[in-house]
């Protein structure tokens, strides 16, 4: 090393007596600590996405399938939860879930622009373009989940906009140059979201071994490719008139 | 070879600095980059000029002292130091880009010098065993599984130089702490202390100001003695472990 140690603290031969901060707002206050709540939150979200995806592969069955679908989903957990119980617990656990991500994600992306503060003069291309955009991406993210809701939730700007009519509504979005662009653009962003962020989260969590690399960035790959067709798939099934 | 160079100067820590150009000439393919630099300096003292100030110290890749990012990456294009980075990796008329370290936590001293002593806190902070030390102690007194003893080697060939901090985008300092705390936690020797060091250590890291990982990979590319990406995976290992065992 270079020099001499400052200050050496004698880690165990000194009987601690002071009881420090609780270890789980150490943990919030380290950089480890606070990846860790961003690799959870984000396989949670990843979790909803694939039951997301699967139910909604109803608009390939037809008005009947899909609007079923939306109302069975209000009715899961009855008698034991009342009517859409379920669906409201689940909206409340992902605002939870989206809040701690993006103020985890803000907190350290403030942290890592502060530890870069002058630039390289001779400038590189590093890592990857799924790396490199995480954060822009994570914030078109953002904003597509508020006009996704105003559009299919509250129906806000839905151009048709009737409850309990999911098939038709989403045919409706699907209809209009606009609803299109923005959903496509949304579900790559999504994709590359996750191809760096699987693997990242694996990383984070400590699942990563030397061995185990390679199968961790296949899987990153494999999900965002299946989750991104598959949802791109409604879009286009929509345009090409497979469902109408 | 005749070189064009443009080297970051700096007069100290609080002064302005500029890239500055120079050309070399009469550089031998054989010669080290830092002895491309000696050639350099010659030239400039003797017509009077200030030298550009460089740490190094073995000249043989193992001391961690010497280090800057040449051509926008930590040591150069190849995966080694610079002093065992050679001019044979440059063209004739190639036009060079060299500048420090660039970290909040690694403040210029002057030109390419930057403090390490953050590196120098963090290792205090935990990157030691507490036994009290006398003769050598037996060898198989402690028996150290194959798995730990390669895991141990591999992590303690860290030579400190700062590479992964200078080559992170956030300037972050996980691949090089990872190093240390992998090395010692995986080894029988370091248990007693497994959990107290993963939380010091990473405390000191962030208390120096050095950014977070991204996972990124970028500090294991650019890292000399090939500290692999994993070993921040087990250093997270280790302090979610210690947070969960709550000590």
Redesign the interface.
């Known amino acids: 090393m270079h020099g001499g140690v400052s200050s050496v603290s004698a880690m165990a031969l000194v009987t601690r007596t002071d009881r420090r901060p609780s270890l789980v707002s150490l943990a919030w206050r380290s950089t480890v600590g606070k990846k860790a709540v961003m690799a959870v939150s984000g396989l949670i979200m990843l979790l909803y996405l694939v039951g997301h995806l699967v139910g909604n592969l109803n608009m390939f069955f037809g008005p009947d399938e899909m609007n079923g679908y939306a109302h069975w989903l209000r009715t899961i957990g009855e008698p034991f939860l009342k009517h859409s119980w379920f669906v409201w617990i689940v909206r409340f656990g992902l605002v939870a879930v989206v809040v701690a991500h993006g103020v985890s994600a803000y907190q350290l992306s403030r942290r890592d622009i502060r530890a870069r503060p002058v630039k390289y003069a001779h400038q590189r291309q590093r890592a990857s373009y799924a790396t490199r955009t995480m954060r822009w991406g994570g914030v078109i993210l953002a904003l597509f989940i508020v006009w996704h809701l105003l559009d299919l939730t509250t129906h806000t700007v839905n151009p048709r906009g009737e409850a309990g009519h999911p098939y038709e509504n989403v045919l409706a979005t699907f209809s209009t140059w606009y609803g299109n662009v923005i959903y496509i653009v949304a579900m790559l962003a999504v994709g590359l979201h996750i191809r760096h962020g699987f693997w990242s989260a694996a990383q984070t969590l400590g699942a990563n071994r030397p061995g185990r690399d390679r199968i961790l960035k296949g899987t990153a790959n494999g999900l965002a490719l299946v989750l991104t067709a598959g949802f791109l798939s409604i879009p286009i099934g929509v345009m090409t008139g497979v469902v109408s | 070879m005749n070189l064009h160079l443009?080297v970051?100067r700096q007069q100290g820590p609080d002064a302005d600095g500029a890239?500055a150009a120079y050309d070399v000439s009469g550089i031998s393919p054989d010669m080290s980059f830092l002895e491309m630099l000696d050639t350099l300096n010659e030239e400039l003292a003797g017509r009077g000029e200030e030298p550009v100030a460089f740490?190094h110290d073995c000249r043989e890749g193992i001391c961690?002292?010497c280090g800057m990012?040449i051509?926008?990456?930590a040591h150069g294009p190849e995966r080694t130091t610079a002093c065992q980075l050679h001019m044979r990796h440059f063209a004739d008329g190639d036009t060079i880009?060299v500048?420090p370290w660039?970290?909040?936590?690694f403040p210029v001293v002057k030109d390419l010098v930057v403090d390490?002593?953050a590196?120098?806190?963090i290792?205090?902070?935990?990157g030691?065993v507490?036994v009290p030390t006398g003769s050598a102690p037996e060898a198989h007194a402690t028996p150290v599984p194959k798995a730990a003893a390669d895991t141990a080697f591999e992590n303690a060939e860290c030579i400190?130089c700062g590479a992964c901090v200078a080559a992170?985008?956030?300037?972050?300092a996980?691949l090089f702490t990872s190093a240390k705390v992998v090395h010692l936690n995986s080894l029988p020797q370091g248990a007693?202390?497994r959990e107290?060091?993963v939380?010091?250590m990473?405390?000191q890291?962030?208390a120096e100001?050095?950014?977070?990982?991204?996972?990124?990979?970028?500090c294991a590319t650019a890292c000399p003695k090939g500290i692999?990406?994993?070993s921040?995976?087990?250093?997270?290992?280790?302090?979610?472990?210690?947070?969960r065992k709550?000590?």
């Open positions: 443009r970051w890239m740490d961690g002292a990012v051509n926008g990456q880009d500048e660039r970290a909040a936590a390490r002593s590196f120098d806190r290792i205090g902070s935990g030691y507490s400190g992170c985008p956030n300037g972050s996980m007693p202390e107290e060091r939380l010091s990473v405390g890291m962030d100001g050095f950014g977070g990982c991204t996972n990124t990979g970028e692999p990406l994993p921040i995976a087990a250093m997270n290992r280790e302090y979610l472990r210690a947070v709550g000590r």
